[in-house]
T-cell receptor, first 109, second 112 residues
C-alpha cells in the first residue's frame, strides 16, 4: 500500500461548482499535513496546512480525520484559475515529507 | 523577489555525461531538499541538508550526489545520467523539518 493515496482524477467541473478531494495515508505517526497546488510544469506551492480542527481559507476548506487517516480539501465556487493538480503532503518526522501523486482538477467555463 | 532560484531552468545532457544543477535561496532556511519529479508522479525526495548535515534517502541511487558549500547554495550532481534520470528536479527549502517548504521553479533535465 502506498504511504499516501489520492484519486488521480481528472475532476472536470463547471465554474461555480463545489469539488472535494480526499487523501488517505497509512502512517499513523504522521505529524503534519498540507495541501499543495501545482500548476502544469511549475513548482508546488503551499495552499494550506491541515489541522485536526479543520481550517478554512476563503473558498477552500481542509479537514483532517486522524482516526480514519484521511485528509480532505473542499473547493467552493470553483474558478477557472483553480485548474491545477492538488498534492496531499505529509510530514512524518525526521525531515521525511511524503507527497501524494496529486489530483488533477479542470474547471471549465 | 525570487526566494528559491534554480539554474539552469532547462538542461540537456548526454547519456553518461556528468551534470550539475544548482539551487540558491535568500530565505536563510536551515533545510534544503532535492526532489525528482517525473511526469504525473509525486515529487520524490532524493536527499536533504539540515544546515551542513546531509541525509540521503535509502532508495536514492549512488549516481546522485549533493553539496551544500554554504547556507545559501546547494548543488545536485548526477555523475552518469541515464535515460531514466530525465525528470524535473526541484529544490526546496524550509525553516525546520516540519514547516512549509518553498520550492524553486525546477530544472527540467533531458538526457539524450
Amino acid at each position: 500500500r502506498k504511504e499516501v493515496e489520492q484519486d488521480p482524477g481528472p475532476f472536470n467541473v463547471p465554474e461555480g461548482a463545489t469539488v472535494a478531494f480526499n487523501c488517505t495515508y497509512s502512517n499513523s505517526a504522521s505529524q503534519s499535513f498540507f495541501w499543495y497546488r501545482q500548476d502544469c510544469r511549475k513548482e508546488p506551492k503551499l495552499l494550506m496546512s491541515v489541522y485536526s480542527s479543520g481550517n478554512e481559507d476563503g473558498r477552500f476548506t481542509a479537514q483532517l480525520n486522524r482516526a480514519s487517516q484521511y485528509i480532505s480539501l473542499l473547493i467552493r465556487d470553483s474558478k477557472l484559475s483553480d485548474s491545477a493538480t492538488y498534492l496531499c503532503v505529509l510530514y512524518t518526522g525526521g525531515f521525511k515529507t511524503i507527497f501524494g501523486a496529486g489530483t488533477r482538477l479542470f474547471v471549465k467555463a | 523577489d525570487a526566494m528559491v532560484i534554480q539554474n539552469p531552468r532547462y538542461q540537456v545532457t548526454q547519456f553518461g555525461k556528468p551534470v550539475t544543477l544548482s539551487c540558491s535561496q535568500t530565505l536563510n532556511h536551515n533545510v534544503m531538499y532535492w526532489y525528482q519529479q517525473k511526469s504525473s508522479q509525486a515529487p520524490k525526495l532524493l536527499f536533504h541538508y539540515y544546515d551542513k548535515d546531509f541525509n540521503n534517502e535509502a532508495d536514492t541511487p549512488d549516481n546522485f550526489q549533493s553539496r551544500r558549500p554554504n547556507t545559501s547554495f546547494c548543488f545536485l550532481d548526477i555523475r552518469s545520467p541515464g535515460l531514466g534520470d530525465a525528470a524535473m528536479y526541484l529544490c526546496a527549502t524550509s525553516r525546520e523539518g516540519d514547516s512549509e517548504q518553498y520550492f524553486g521553479p525546477g530544472t527540467r533535465l533531458t538526457v539524450t
